[in-house]
Structure formats: structure tokens, C-alpha cells
């Protein structure tokens, strides 16, 4: 039996470690986080972008008389996996840093937006899932779903900034009015297994490739002796994704990217060109 789109969202909330998730128009998110930032995030800073600005003021009617509208508030957005080489976002390492920075805020009063930013987690991008984003110190974390398409799921911490929350619940449909595709369970669980597997390859090709001689460095999230294991381990489930980012004998300096796919990793190193 299909699930129903509140059982769909329960499972993301528990994934992400947060008490409840909503469905938001992916039109509507990405004008909401273009005006949060210029994103302070792990690539550093972006512009926000003209395109959003029509669609930021028609939530922005939408929402309540008084209410603050999220583009006041700064964010840092952050991916599980960022970066080139690869590497991976530290969520608690910096929820700790901005915790420290708004104690030295505590003066700013509760209702006027926090001059210390907020995470938003974005784990959509690359094939590995973010272990409870919200739990480690996100405010907000965001996935997709191929049930929904044409939306994104966001979790609220509890921990949430209540305007915060506000704003992302006025933004959201209602979860009764919406019906996920027919199938959609299936692809969620193919899409699940499809990402384990290519996660599982990634690693057999990061130890062929760390023993080939024509590799001089090589970066993968699940390397043991690195710093960044410890927070890899930690932070990732269902493995440390499929990117591999490799420097070779013949171009020295230069970061070639690899990722991994779902069928045989013997085969896709047999079919690596080095």
C-alpha cells in the first residue's frame, strides 16, 4: 500500500533529525535561500539572484501581517560534500562556532532577526545522505523527493528561530492536498539502493586508486587516516557518497573527479583511464 505524503514527510523529519518536515514549491525555496545570502556557504559567498525577487514577493504577501520575512534573516548554506578536492561540511563544528558568536548576541531582543547566521543543511546535490542534519545544529535542512516533483522537503529544527519556522511553514502546501506520484515508493527505495551501491563502489575504487603508482593524491571521505574520517563517519550515512578526486603522475596540481556509479566497481575501474 502507498504511503501517504504525512507518512512520507514523518520518515524525512526522522532521517533529518527534526520533529516535523514540510513540502515547499521548489520555485518558492530557491527565492526564499537566494535572498537569505548572498549564501555564506562552504563556496563562499554567492549573489543572490534577480530571478527570485518576483517570486519572494508574492510569499512574502502571503504571509501573515507582521511577520518577518525570512530574506532579513543571514544564513550559511553547506552540502554534506562541497568543494574541490572533496570534502565534507563539518554541521556541528560550525553550529558550535555561531552558538558561541550568539551568546555574545544575547543582547539582540528575541523578535528582530539575529545578526549570527543560521545553517540550512542542502543534502540533494551529491548521492550520500546527511545523518540528522538538524540534530547536529542545522535550522533547516533540505532534500528532494521523486515523489514530488517540482518541490523540496524541508525539516525545521526544534531549535528553529520560531519567525524562522513561520516563514517556511507559509510557504509550504498543505501535505493533504498534495499525492505523491504513483510509484514513487519504489523509486524512493531504487533510488536508496542505487545510491548505497554507488557508495559501496566508490570505496573499492578509492583502494585500488590509492595503491596505483601513477596516483600522487587522492581524496575520498572515507579514507581512515584522514582528518576528515572522523567527521565523514560521523555526519554520512548509507556510506561517504561516490565522488573520488584524484592527482595523477601526469598532470601534477590538477584535481580530476571520479564518481561512481551502481553497477560492478571492477568494472568501472577496468574502464578508468589514468
Known amino acids: 500500500m502507498a504511503k501517504t505524503t504525512r ?3 514523518s520518515e524525512y523529519a526522522t532521517h533529518m533529525g527534526t520533529g516535523h518536515c514540510r513540502l515547499v514549491p521548489l520555485s518558492v ?17 554567492q549573489a543572490a539572484r534577480p530571478e527570485g525577487l518576483a517570486l519572494l514577493k508574492d510569499v512574502q504577501a ?6 518577518a520575512p525570512l530574506c532579513q534573516w543571514r544564513a550559511k548554506l553547506v552540502e554534506p560534500l562541497f568543494g574541490n578536492p572533496i570534502c565534507v561540511a563539518d554541521i556541528k563544528g560550525r553550529a558550535r562556532e555561531l552558538a558561541a558568536l550568539r551568546e555574545n548576541d544575547a543582547a539582540t531582543p528575541a523578535t ?14 551529491f548521492g550520500c545522505e546527511l545523518s540528522p542534519a538538524c540534530r547536529l545544529g542545522a535550522r533547516l535542512a533540505v532534500d ?3 515523489g514530488f516533483p517540482g518541490f523540496v522537503v524541508v525539516g525545521i529544527a526544534k531549535h528553529a528561530h520560531p519567525q524562522i519556522a513561520e516563514v517556511v511553514e507559509t510557504a509550504a502546501v498543505d501535505a493533504d492536498s498534495v499525492q505523491a506520484a504513483p510509484g514513487s515508493d519504489e523509486a524512493r527505495e531504487a533510488r536508496r539502493t542505487s545510491r548505497h551501491r554507488a557508495n559501496d563502489a566508490a570505496a573499492v575504487i578509492a583502494a585500488y586508486l590509492r595503491a596505483h603508482p ?3 593524491q587522492l581524496r575520498y571521505p572515507g579514507l581512515k587516516d584522514t582528518e576528515q574520517f572522523k ?39 577496468l574502464k578508468l583511464v589514468l
Open 62 to 67: 502571503a504571509m501573515p501581517e507582521g511577520l
Open 7 to 9: 507518512e512520507i514527510l
Open 144 to 146: 528532494a523527493d521523486p
Open 214 to 216: 601513477k596516483v600522487v
Open 112 to 125: 528582530t532577526p539575529a545578526t549570527t547566521p543560521f545553517l540550512i543543511a542542502d543534502v540533494r546535490r
Open 29 to 45: 525555496w530557491e527565492a526564499l535561500v537566494s535572498q537569505l545570502c548572498a549564501v555564506e556557504g562552504e563556496k563562499g559567498g
Open 231 to 269: 567527521i565523514s563517519s560521523t555526519q554520512l550515512i548509507g556510506g561517504f557518497g561516490p565522488i573520488i578526486d584524484v592527482q595523477t603522475q601526469d598532470q601534477p596540481g590538477i584535481w580530476r573527479r571520479l564518481e561512481a556509479n551502481d553497477t560492478d566497481p571492477k568494472q568501472q575501474i
